[in-house]
């Protein structure tokens, strides 16, 4: 699966530390990463990670555009939601598209350890099931 690892300046560290935490299981699939943050988790864990521009300059677009192409398969973006954010409006369309997509997606460490735990256990697997030869969005 491809998982797109994302964190607002606040949340970096606790970023790092999930990443170290839950290594074996994300060293099974592919890494992708805004700027810093993937700089950060590559120089913490040594895991290959596909790193974009950073979010301000880009990046959460970049990751977007994959989702609308369903080429990622899970979001993990620790959001400060005590912080403004001058590309607020990149976070939201970043969030809307995985909702579009229906991309697993969580916006703080709770939901992050439940999805990776759901990962590492198969829960996840629909997302090659679901859009076996068809790679538009679902209707329900």
Known sequence: MKIALIAHDRKKDLMV????????????????????????????????????????????????????????????????????????PDVTALIRLSDVYEIPLATNIGTAEILLRGLDAGFADFREVVHEGDRRPISI
């Open 17 to 88: 530390k999930l990443v170290t935490a839950y290594r074996p299981i994300l060293a099974k699939h592919q890494l992708f990463a805004t700027g810093t943050t993937g700089g950060r988790i590559a120089d913490a864990t040594d895991l290959p990670i596909h790193r974009f521009k950073s979010g301000p300059l880009g990046g959460d677009q970049q990751i977007g555009a994959m989702i609308s192409e369903d080429e990622m398969d899970m979001v993990i973006f620790l959001r400060d939601p005590l912080a403004a954010q001058p590309h607020e």
